[in-house]
């Protein structure tokens, strides 16, 4: 026999035989305690998420019930305001028209006007009246020009067609104003 032929051993053929047929550890009983844990996991997470989606769908609509409570009584507090004007125009229009002369009822008119101005005024609203100053595309609408008498008067308002109202810092609507150009 050739010495770099060794006979088989047989205990090493039994050892690589007993590898393969051993029984693999039973490790279902492991994954199965896995899967359920991993399974109540899931559920609490679930639960978390349909208890949180129905605490926003609550304060969503609690929101907007607030706003729309909130709109509501602004309106109510505008109306506050003008009752006082509102009785005065309503006591103004049942004069009777046989006393009546016109001096009287443009004073009238005038005095309803200014009451209900005072009290806009008090609830937060400004009047935008820019004659003479610097035009401002941001709160005045040019509607034309016309020529300035003097390069200092360039880009400042000549005339207002219709006054301008903000509102406790908005704009409501622009002053509509004829704006000055100096052409040299």
Partial sequence: MDQNTAAPDPTASDALTADVTSPVPDTSAE???????????????????????????NFRKRTMKERQDERGRAQADLVKLLMDPLDDLTRFATVDPAVATIPMMVEGAALVARKVFKELTAGGLAIIDPVDQPFDPAQHEAVTTQP???????????????VGYMYNGLLLRPARVVVRQWNG
């Fill in 148 to 162: 300035a008498a003097s390069a200092d008067a360039d880009h400042t308002v000549g005339t207002v067609y219709q």
């Fill in 31 to 57: 994954v199965l305690d896995e899967s359920e844990g991993l399974r109540a996991q899931l559920d609490v997470a679930n639960d978390r998420y349909l208890r949180l989606a129905a605490e926003y769908d």
